[in-house]
T-cell receptor, first 117, second 116 residues
Framework: EPEVTQTPSHQVTQMGQEVILRCVPI?????FYWYRQILGQKVEFLVS????????KSEIFDDQFSVERPDGSNFTLKIRSTKLEDSAMYFC???????????????FGPGTRLTVL | AQKITQTQPGMFVQEKEAVTLDCTYD???????LFWYKQPSSGEMIFLIY??????QNATEGRYSLNFQKARKSANLVISASQLGDSAMYFC?????????????FGAGTRLFVKA
């Protein structure tokens, strides 16, 4: 069964460093998402990406965040200068087909745990 | 204002019994989707069930059913015949259209404990 994959599973970085979190969505999916989950808290929407551009972003997704689809398979989240409060689990998700309705099951990746020291 | 409210931070249920996890939502968009996800201790997000705002019937998927009461804006998850493996965090989520595309808003979650 096709699945969303994420690398690395755990990333440790120093405050102020740049990190890139990588995701490989399911191959025929068109719509991609990043979410974060601070330990013990709810899942928070960061950004959605469609047709090579951001289609929706939350207030959390400020200028230190960026997303990119550098090739036909990868979808990346870059945090330019990490802060302690960026420590969280980051989930990538993808959906099949264009967002013409409110339904499209999101397939989640296993997550990358980011620890900022 | 909270878009998705899950008022039960923790719930206990006896194995083989049914349990209802509450979820209320708030939106002015007539077209939306409601989801439930399970997050076991291993951390992955597992899709359980979906209900569209225009669906006339309550969604069911195996032991999971969604009690959709549109006028009350509630979408409670019912798990029948609970199993020990059902012990996990359960998130209610709503997908609605934002200013550009779609986004999914999650509730704070309910931790379910199934007792043997």
């Amino acid at each position: 069964e096709p699945e969303v994959t994420q690398t690395p599973s755990h990333q440790v970085t120093q405050m102020g460093q740049e990190v890139i979190l990588r995701c490989v969505p399911i191959s025929n999916h068109l719509y991609f998402y990043w979410y974060r989950q601070i330990l013990g808290q709810k899942v928070e929407f960061l950004v959605s990406f469609y047709n090579n551009e951001i289609s929706e972003k939350s207030e959390i997704f400020d200028d230190q965040f960026s997303v990119e689809r550098p090739d036909g398979s990868n979808f990346t989240l870059k945090i330019r200068s990490t802060k302690l409060e960026d420590s969280a689990m980051y989930f990538c998700a993808s959906t099949f087909g264009a967002p013409v309705s409110s339904y499209n099951e999101q397939f989640f990746g296993p997550g990358t745990r980011l620890t900022v020291l | 204002a909270q878009k998705i409210t899950q008022t039960q931070p923790g719930m206990f249920v006896q194995e083989k019994e049914a349990v209802t996890l509450d979820c209320t939502y708030d939106t002015s968009d007539p077209s939306y989707g409601l989801f439930w996800y399970k997050q076991p201790s291993s951390g992955e997000m597992i899709f359980l069930i979906y209900q569209g705002s225009y669906d006339q019937q309550n969604a069911t998927e195996g032991r999971y059913s969604l009690n959709f009461q549109k006028a009350r804006k509630s979408a409670n998850l019912v798990i029948s015949a609970s199993q020990l493996g059902d012990s996990a965090m359960y998130f209610c989520a709503m997908r609605e259209k934002g200013t550009g595309g779609f986004k999914t808003i999650f509730g704070a979650g309910t931790r379910l404990f199934v007792k043997a």
